[in-house]
């Protein structure tokens, strides 16, 4: 971020190239465990290269030369493999319909995806940094929200993005674009911002970037800011019908907690006898849960406290919580009868916590569209539960819980949800001193 644009664009403009091209050489000797012959190399970069050109369109196309994209790269990863996705599909149908060349790689087309996948990502995300020599690049965040001071000040401290922040307000925009900012951060939505839109129109025959702040603020910090919710944003951001993903899901979520329930079984016995022998209380409890649609749900859990919480959150070294409570909790073996509960389709593996019934109809009147959450089943394990150190234990953490389940509903996916099981696996394994 400390060259010119025109300049950055080139330096990743030419280490794809670069990798492209190597990755060819290293699918070809994985394939043989030889070094390919001058020869050999030749006759599949002849028709590879006129696949790069088509692979440099898709690259462009799918946003790896945007400004954004390049700020943000938490989504670089799945970004260039979505892409190389669409690339092997489109090598597929060349070598299928241009028989000219006289290969047809098979297993070398992909090795070649494979190899070149893992070294653009590689070169994205680490090895470009040593190409970055000069000055700072400076940016331009026009504050009309606190969202936009938590942009201004992640972009300002981290240094992996290494830029001079300028904050203004919409009304300084005149006297501060003087400073050769060449990106301006805004919320365009804002309607301060919109007064001003005519400047901004003008700047773009500056070379000046435009970035809307509600995007970037999504990517950085993987979450939606509550300043953004409104109906129409809902509306046009929230696809309800995914319904391939929900039957894959239902079907994933099915097997594996079958599986796992009854592998479960084991530890049962000793949950007993721990909770019967501190003071022979019943060993499991029934909540009421709000599930999706805003129905009740009955969830089971071991049981982890003297009496139940009523709604009431927990304070630090709650005295409700018993010894081997705490042991449950921090485990989370006191969840391991909800796996039957995700069995009959109550929860999902994956999705936003289902909340305590006795607490529901106090968020719903302090958080605006809280209601949006029973939209989709709710889960065991979810991307606000990942996020964030512990559970919310007030309005304010639930607020943050919340922008995180947003983000979750509008951007779920297999892979998302594949995403959040394996850092679920390693929290919990992190717990236990695995």
């Known amino acids: 971020m400390v060259f010119s644009s025109k300049k950055e664009y080139l330096i990743h403009f030419l ?16 394939r043989h465990l030889t070094l390919p012959s001058s020869q050999f190399f030749f006759e599949h970069l002849i028709p590879f290269f006129i696949l790069f050109i088509f692979w440099f369109l898709v690259f462009y196309t799918i946003g790896l030369y945007d400004k954004q994209t390049v700020i943000s790269r938490k989504k670089l990863p799945s970004t260039i493999i979505n892409a190389q996705v669409i690339n092997g599909i489109i090598a597929v149908f060349f070598f299928y319909f241009s028989p000219y060349f006289g290969i047809t790689p098979k297993t070398n087309l992909f090795l070649y995806l494979v190899v070149s996948s893992f070294l653009i990502i590689w070169w994205r995300l680490f090895l470009s940094k040593t190409f970055r020599l000069g000055k700072r690049q400076s940016v331009i965040v026009v504050v009309t929200s606190p969202e936009l001071k938590e942009i201004a000040r992640e972009l300002e401290e981290n240094k992996k993005y290494n830029m001079e ?3 203004v307000n919409p009304e300084e925009i005149k006297e501060k674009i003087n400073q050769k900012a060449s990106l301006i951060v805004a919320d365009l939505e804002d309607l301060k911002v919109q007064e001003i839109s005519d400047q901004f129109y003008q700047m773009l025959f500056s070379g000046i970037t435009f970035i809307n702040a509600q995007d970037l603020y999504q990517d950085l910090f993987e979450k939606v800011p509550l300043s953004l919710i409104k109906e129409n944003w809902l509306l046009k951001n929230f696809y309800l019908e995914k319904t391939f993903y929900d039957l894959a899901k239902r079907v994933i979520d099915f097997a594996l907690a ?3 329930f009854i592998l479960s079984l084991i530890v049962y016995p000793f949950v007993f006898l721990a909770i019967k022998i501190e003071d022979r209380g019943p060993v499991f409890i029934i909540q ?8 009740f749900v009955n969830v089971v859990k071991f049981r982890s406290m003297k009496k139940s919480d009523k709604g009431v959150w ?9 010894k081997v409570g705490r042991f449950l909790r921090k485990t989370r073996i006191d969840e391991l009868p909800q796996l039957w509960n995700v069995v ?4 999902s593996l994956i999705g936003p916590r289902p909340d305590i019934a006795g607490l529901r109809q106090r968020l719903e009147k302090e958080i ?9 089943r709710p889960g065991l394990s979810g991307w606000a539960q990942i996020k964030q150190e512990s559970p919310p234990q007030s309005v304010k953490e639930t607020r943050e819980r919340l922008m995180y389940d947003f983000y979750y509903i509008k951007n779920r996916s297999l892979t ?12 919990l394994a992190s717990r236990a001193g695995l």
């Not at 190597?22 to 994985?30: E, G, K, M, Q, R």
């Not at 009421?288 to 129905?295: C, D, F, N, V």
């Not at 927990?314 to 018993?322: A, C, H, K, P, S």
């Not at 009959?344 to 929860?347: F, M």
């Open 368 to 376: 605006p569209y809280y209601k949006i959450r029973d939209l989709i």
């Open 165 to 167: 922040v300028f904050k």
């Open 15 to 30: 280490g794809d190239a670069f990798f492209f091209v190597f990755s060819l050489w290293l699918a070809l000797f994985l």
């Open 416 to 427: 998302f949800d594949f995403k959040i099981a394996l850092k679920t696996i390693k929290i």
């Open 344 to 347: 009959k389709g109550d929860l």
């Open 314 to 322: 927990l304070e630090e070294d709650d005295e409700r919580v018993t």
């Open 258 to 260: 079958f599986f796992f």
């Open 288 to 295: 009421p849960r709000i599930g999706q649609k805003g129905l």
